[in-house]
């Protein structure tokens, strides 16, 4: 299973941009889908996920109402919708794969599957 994020880049804040990641070499469908993120200094932190139907989205607080999270299960691939993005959203973003029960999907280790991650740096 080969994860390939992608779509990060330098934003102003405020600012949106949308992350993606492809899946292959796996029944996406059957996956759960996790978004994490690791900022300089930091340990790696949930974002968000979805469940394999694409039900039930889940949020980290500190991007809820900010951040959406959907699935295209007929191209294989996961997006990141971002919206009034912060300077303390700048981060390495990692998508993530999994057949995660709904009350585990915050958890990275229950994630089985890791893309190579993409940076998103938001300026002041």
């Known amino acids: 299973v080969q994860l390939q994020a992608c779509g990060g880049g330098l934003v102003q804040a405020g600012g949106s941009l949308r992350l993606s990641c492809a899946a292959s070499?796996?029944?996406?469908?059957?996956?759960?889908m996790g978004w994490f993120r690791r900022a300089p200094g930091k340990e790696r932190e949930f974002v968000s996920a979805i469940r394999w139907s694409g039900g039930s989205p889940y949020y980290a607080n500190s991007v809820k109402g900010r951040f959406t999270i959907f699935r295209d299960n007929a191209k294989n691939t996961v997006y990141l919708q971002m919206a009034s993005l912060k300077p303390e959203d700048t981060a390495v973003y990692y998508c993530a794969a999994g057949r995660v029960r709904i009350d585990s999907m915050r958890y990275s280790d229950e994630y089985r599957y890791w893309g190579q991650g993409t940076q998103l740096t938001v300026s002041s």
């Open positions: 070499g796996c029944s996406f469908s059957s996956y759960a």
